[in-house]
């Protein structure tokens, strides 16, 4: 969707009740507009992903005396869920040291994201003749590591998008007459020199901490 939209997006309730959160954003590195292309693939891509998505919907299941579907339960193998759960602490540890407070909301949610992507890649792996169904492994774990790293990412940019178009004239002048990086004291006397108050510049760096402006050590940022 364009940025314009995006922003609508997150106007309102919706960015303070954690609906924005929810959502994963797929943005391309390469944005560029593509020429065509008159290569063809090798093999039935339509009859492939038929007889994959088959094999998945067509899984047996037991169900309850009201006809209610029993879950199947998938554990996690030693290695596998060792290594979820020291992924967890690590996220949990960006969560904790995330200053700016809509990415702190959007990072606590993957460690929900995560186990999902967990199952999602496994039972893909199944489908495909690459793994069995009995446990979640160590590659599905990892796989799920790296598209949560992807998103996270993207959340990231996205946030920057919404944050950089309800920017007011005065915070974008601010930040062009910033230097790349910069002390709190340098940073407030620009801010002053631009009709920003000492206390509503302190606000406006941690708010954007993470999207525009980095922290570099205690005291000293850094433009994004």
């Known amino acids: 969707i364009q940025n314009g939209i995006l922003n609508e997006l997150a106007q309102g309730s919706r960015s303070s009740n954690g609906f924005i959160d929810r959502l994963l954003f797929v943005i391309a590195n390469n944005q560029d507009k593509q020429a065509w292309s008159d290569k063809e693939p ?27 579907v029993i879950p199947t339960i998938l554990g996690f193998s030693p290695e596998a869920k060792t290594r979820l759960y020291q992924w967890q602490r690590e996220n949990t540890e960006d969560c904790n040291r995330e200053e700016n407070d ?13 186990i999902r ?18 446990e979640i492994d160590l590659i599905s774990v990892e796989n799920a590591i790296s598209l949560v790293d992807y998103f996270k ?28 990086e910069f002390t709190t004291e340098q940073g407030v006397e620009i801010a002053i020199a ?10 406006f760096v941690k708010r954007f901490t993470g999207i525009h402006f980095q922290k570099v050590r205690h005291g000293v940022y850094a433009k994004l």
């Open 153 to 180: 990412a993207t959340a990231t940019r996205v946030q920057g998008i919404i944050q950089d178009l309800s920017l007011s004239e005065l915070q974008r002048a601010v930040i062009a007459a910033l230097p790349e």
């Open 194 to 203: 631009n009709s920003m108050a000492e206390r509503t510049f302190k606000d």
């Open 42 to 68: 090798s093999f039935d891509i339509e009859a492939s992903w038929a007889e994959i998505i088959g094999r998945l919907v067509d899984m047996p299941y037991k169900t309850d005396e009201d006809g209610k």
């Open 102 to 114: 809509a990415l702190k909301g959007v990072f606590s949610k993957f460690d929900f994201h995560a």
């Open 117 to 134: 992507f967990c199952l999602i890649i496994q039972m893909a792996r199944w489908a495909c003749g690459e793994a069995d169904k009995t």
